[in-house]
């Protein structure tokens, strides 16, 4: 087996470091933000919006209190629709005869980065 030189270990063991570090940060339960989230947040202005539907009439909504409603819904699917000049990306509902929650790309990213 060739000898390793010096350097070499050393950028090694900064590695070894660097890689236990993230593992024991993940044990404790810290997350590490991603960094394409960070990036399209920066970049995209839509506000997070949510709007609840029924019968044809749709009511902007709180987003914390949309977000526990979406949850709840057995499918939250991609679907684009202007609701009061908001243009929505995302519809959940348990069915076609239930409310649906519409939500902005940003109310779902939200969503899904706030737990719930």
Known sequence: MPKLSKQTLNVINISLVLISSILILNLFGFQIPNLGYAIQDA????QATCF???DNQASEINL???CQEAKKQLS?????QVI??????V???TGTTTIKYHLTDNAYRYCQNNYY
Do not use: P, R
């Not at 970049?43 to 839509?46: S, W």
């Not at 939250?76 to 684009?80: A, L, V």
């Open 43 to 46: 970049i995209d202005t839509e």
């Open 64 to 66: 914390d209190l949309c």
């Open 84 to 89: 009061s000049t908001v243009e929505t990306d």
């Open 76 to 80: 939250c699917i991609g679907n684009k």
């Open 52 to 54: 609840a539907s029924y």
């Open 91 to 93: 519809q959940c509902s």
